[in-house]
Structures are given as C-alpha cells and as structure tokens.
C-alpha cells in the first residue's frame, strides 16, 4: 500500500490464523476475577504519574496540564499530563511529515507486524488496561473488557485487510496492457478520538492510518488521556519509528482546531459530538494557503438510537435487552438505546418489566465491579440532569430521576426512565448522552417505524419482533447505519457489524468493516502498454 508492493508470498501470521473476535473475559470465574482485582491494585498504585508530549520522539513538558480525574473519586487524579498548545501544531507536523517520508514507503510487512506485536502487547496486558478504564473513564469490568478486547480486534482485523487490500487489482484487462491497481497512503492525518470507548476508537483510528502508511497527530480526549498514553507507549514497545504517532493532548478550541486547520493535514479521523463533527467538516472545507488537495473527514458523530417493541415480543428478553442498551456504561454510547417505541397493546405490562429490571441495577464505584458507575465528570452530570427535569415536564416518570447521592462522591445518576413521551418533544429527539431512557407509545409497528426515523440522527436501532414480514419492512425501511433484530442496538462487534451511521450521525465510515481502510487511502490506477 505504501508503493508498488509485490504480493507477498511469506507465509503471514493472517494466512496461518484466520480472524477471530478477542474472547470475552469470564469474571465469573474466582482467579479471572483476582487477576482483576490483583490488576486494579498495581495500577491503582499509579495513580497520578505525570506525561509528556511525544513529538517525533521528543518528551516534551509544558507550563499548562490536564489533570485527569476518576469519575467515580473526583479527588482521586488519574494522571497529569502536559497541555498541547497552538505552538506545538508545527513541531508535531514537521514530525509527522519527516516519519512519513521514510514510513509510507515501508514495506507493508513490517506495518502489518507492527500491528500484531502490538495486539500481543495487548493482550499481555489486558487486566492493567481494563483497570486503566475503570479508573478514567468509570467502565465496570465487562465494560472495560470490550472496550480492550476490540482494541485487539482493530489491530488483528485492519492488518489482515491491509494484506487484502495489497492484492488488489484492476477489474478488467485491456489487450496489449497490463493494468495495475494500488492503494497509497494519503498523508499526514489528525486523529481525535472520544472518552466514551478511549481504547477501541482510539486506538481504531490510530491503527488504520499508520497501516496504511499514514503518520498520525494524535489528540486524545482531555477527559482520557492516559489511555491514550498507555497505548502511545505499547505502539512504542512494539517498535514504531518515531513521528509515526504523535502524542499531543490539548484543548480542541486551540490545539485541535489549529491542527484541523493545518494546509498539511490530509485527513481528519474524528469521533464526538454532532456539534464538533460539523464544525471540523467546516474547517476542513476551507482550503488554506498552500493547502493542494481536498482534505478528506471520517466522522463519526452521535445517535438519538431507539428500540422497536412488536406486540408479540416476550417482555422478559425485551426489557433484558433494553436495560443493557440504554444503562451500559451509563448510557455513555452513541449507540445507547435513548428511546424505546412500544406497541400501546402491551405497553403497560413492558413498563412494568422494565421498572423491576431497572431497580436492580446496581450503581456504584466500577472498581467492585457495579453494574453503572459515574458519568464523566460534573459538566455532563449536570447537562443530563436538566434532561431529566425536561422530561419529567414532558412526562411522567416512572423510575430515578435524580443522583445517585447514596453511590460515592462522584458523578453518579439514577438510571431513569421517563414514560409517556411524545413524539418531537426535547426528550424524543435531543441527544442526551446519559442514563436516560424515554418510552414511546405506538398504535403499530408502521407508525413505530415512523417515529424511529422522525429524527436527524440515524447510528443504530433494533427491532424486537415474531414477524417475518416486519423483520423485512425494518430492513428495508429503518434508515440506520447498524440495525439489530431481536437483540440490543449496542455492542457492535469488529466484522460482523461494521460501524458508522447515517444522517448527522457522521460519514457512515463503518470502521471494523471491509471498507474503513479505503477512507484512510488513495487509488492509484496504472496502464502499462506491453511493447
């Protein structure tokens, strides 16, 4: 991908081992659940340790920090780290724009290794990883685990598809030619990843630039960046050359902005908010001085998700499915079920389900492994609480609606569920990003279906439903980048369920898929006349 490459004839670790989905971390089991236990305490012993800016190799310390702080303990800090201002932009460029030179005409073998040493590391070191996560961003165990485990699968996945992609070829051969086809690199790129999934979309990001041969300025969230940083590291354990991946957290107003901004960024990979997201896609569109070429974004923005209920669903797996949906990881997902559309014929007796299933969850410090921890930090919490009260106007409510106060310190809220809701109401329509779940009345499944689309999001969505033929008219009618039928709308998993949604929910990049590599390459086309 890097330059005219020959196939590859070496016998791959790809070809001998086809790709399969990292395991599931069992916690059930006693001495699975002490090497968590066993993990939370070494990390929580490093606790507070100060990072540098990582600039083409250089440690690089600055007058400004972020203090990154445990949602659940907000007196506990994480980690401090140094502070990437408007006057790092250009070193990190010409970093970046120097390790390019010499990377994107690295034989694809050697990224490709690069990515499965990595994943090795990965894995090595998963517990500390996992208890990283719980630490920063407040994730239980479980959430924690999957949110490593597809790390790992990003780095399996995009090396295999990076060996695909070196085979590809011209569709037709014309007589007297031979008629090549090559992906190259595109350049230097800005990766600006999210604090809900700090490993996975991260690191996803990360990853498919430099396979593809790309150099990367990376911004990680100030509300998690030593995920980021432990990964940063392991990318250097495992021999990346340096400038490759530039670590630079910083302020998205200056830093990251300017960085958008720069002639020389050739891509931006972001995930966040819809506000965010259209703002970059603007910035990007203005052409600066010097810039020559059409700056490309891959977006990945938010969701107002919902669950269809048919009337012939069973209430047990339903309500199962849609507490996991709206209340994992604290409704923190751009997929989250943040609205439930259920047939009014069973309507009252679902809300009853849901009420007893709801109160069950426990809420809690995710380092004795709750089932919700905190929201990120007190700006959210109070963002979700006027959510709340909106909709307690708006509806009626039938569980929460308030903190947690019993839980900690920290920013814990009720998982809250608000019944009655009416279409095109605040509640119905605006992104919450929080344990907040409205329930929807419908008279059918096609008036069900109207409401789901009745939005200007469109990431994920499921339908609970016996019928064939409305298992089809939701294929065919359900305008969402990844609908699920008789299961949850979260969860997406690397291969199976490639992801990215329609709409203001982003550019539809469907990372984990057949085709996230292309957005992170260029088409070369080659005719060689036979003389």
Known sequence: MATVEA?????????????????????????????MRAALDRVRGQLGREYDLVIGGHRIKTAEKIHSVNPARPSDIVGIHQKAGEEHVEPAMRAALKAFESWSRTPLEERVSLLFRTADLLRERKFELMAWLVFEVSKNWAEADADVGETIDFCEFYAREAQRLVHAKAPVQLPGEIDHLFYIPLGVGAVIPPWNFPAAIMAGMTLASIVCGNTVILK????????????FEILEEAGMPEGVVNFCPGAGASFGDAVVAHPKTRYIAFTGSREVGLRINKVAADRAPGQVWIKRTILEMGGKDAIIIDADSDLETVADGVTAAAFGFQGQKC?????????ERIYGKFLERLKDRVERLTIGDPAINTNMGAVINEGSMKSIMNYIDIG??????ITGGGRATNAGEGYFIQPTVIADIQPKSRLEQEEIFGPVLAVIKSRNFEEALDIANDTEFGLTGAVYTGSREKIEMAMREFHVGNLYINRKCTGAIVGAHPFGGFNMSGTDSKAGGPDYLLLFSQAKSVGEKIT
Request: glycine share 2%; net charge positive.
């Open 7 to 35: 196939p590859i004839r070496l016998r791959t670790r790809a070809q001998q081992n086809p790709f399969r989905n990292e395991p599931v971390t069992d916690f059930s089991k006693w001495d699975v659940a002490r090497q």
């Open 220 to 231: 990680p969230s100030s509300d998690s960046p030593t995920i980021a940083a432990k990964f």
């Open 335 to 343: 997929s989250a079920c943040s609205r439930v559309i259920v047939d």
């Open 392 to 397: 307690k106007r708006e509806g009626r409510l």
